[in-house]
């Protein structure tokens, strides 16, 4: 069972950049592909970015690309969001979520418990 904690969020005003860090509990961490997730007030879950512990490989929502990076450091379990140029759609809860990477696109089997961001202008 592999937990992951967030933290970061906040609230911040339009243009302002944000953080975001998760830490797992896994020690052989490259094995998991790792991924930020958010969901807005009424709306539902959404992917927001992703990366494989293996090859460094990331993918993007397209409403992101340009302005958020994902990384990671497996020696010390933690994948990180940077979020630049904060939008006022951005805000949501933004969960940290990780998967195996012998487990199917999209199933990802562990969550942490989300920490809020709020943009506002």
């Known amino acids: 069972q592999v937990q992951l904690i967030e933290s970061g969020g906040g609230s911040v005003q339009t243009g302002d950049s944000l953080r975001l860090s998760c830490e797992a509990s896994?020690?052989?961490?490259?094995?998991?592909?790792a991924a930020w997730f958010r969901q807005a007030p009424g709306r539902e879950r959404e992917f927001v970015a992703n990366i494989y512990g293996n090859t460094g490989s990331r993918n993007y929502a397209d409403s992101v690309k340009g302005r958020f990076t994902i990384s990671r450091d497996n020696s010390n379990h933690f994948v990180y969001l940077q979020m630049n140029n904060l939008k006022l759609e951005d805000t949501a809860v933004y969960y940290c979520?990780?998967?195996?990477?012998?487990?199917?696109?999209?199933?990802?089997?562990?969550w942490g418990q989300g920490t809020q961001v709020t943009v506002s202008s």
């Open positions: 896994e020690r052989t961490f490259s094995n998991y592909v």
């Open positions: 979520a990780a998967r195996r990477l012998s487990t199917p696109a999209n199933l990802y089997a562990y």
